[in-house]
Nanobody, 117 residues
Framework: QVQLVESGGGLVQPGGSLRLSCTSSGDSLSDYAVAWYRQAPQKERELVASIFHSGAFPRYEDAVKGRFTISRDNAKNTVYLDLSNLKLEDSGVYFC??????????WGQGTQVIVSS
């Protein structure tokens, strides 16, 4: 059983940066590929980035490529998402979970990112 906890969100100006963290209680994340998702108001949750259990093969959606970096520290049971050069349209609640195509864990509370001048 995995209970996900996301943190690190906040209010940031356009062009700013944040580091989001995803950890779990219960089972470790280290055996699983993990993805970050986000959901803007009145929009569907969308995939942002993913990473293999080993930390290899990070992948990004086009909207964030070159600006976001996904990484993980399995010793700390944490998956990170570094957000840089933030844009207004990056605002939303960010969640972590398993990669698409497999059964998801229960969704955590997410962490809110607000990009505003």
């Amino acid at each position: 059983q995995v209970q996900l906890v996301e943190s690190g969100g906040g209010l940031v100006q356009p062009g700013g940066s944040l580091r989001l963290s995803c950890t779990s209680s219960g089972d470790s994340l280290s055996d699983y590929a993990v993805a970050w998702y986000r959901q803007a108001p009145q929009k569907e949750r969308e995939l942002v980035a993913s990473i293999f259990h080993s930390g290899a093969f990070p992948r990004y959606e086009d909207a964030v490529k070159g600006r976001f970096t996904i990484s993980r520290d399995n010793a700390k049971n944490t998956v990170y998402l570094d957000l840089s050069n933030l844009k207004l349209e990056d605002s939303g609640v960010y969640f972590c979970n398993r990669t698409p195509g497999v059964s998801t864990w229960a969704w955590g509370q997410g962490t809110q990112v607000i990009v505003s001048s």
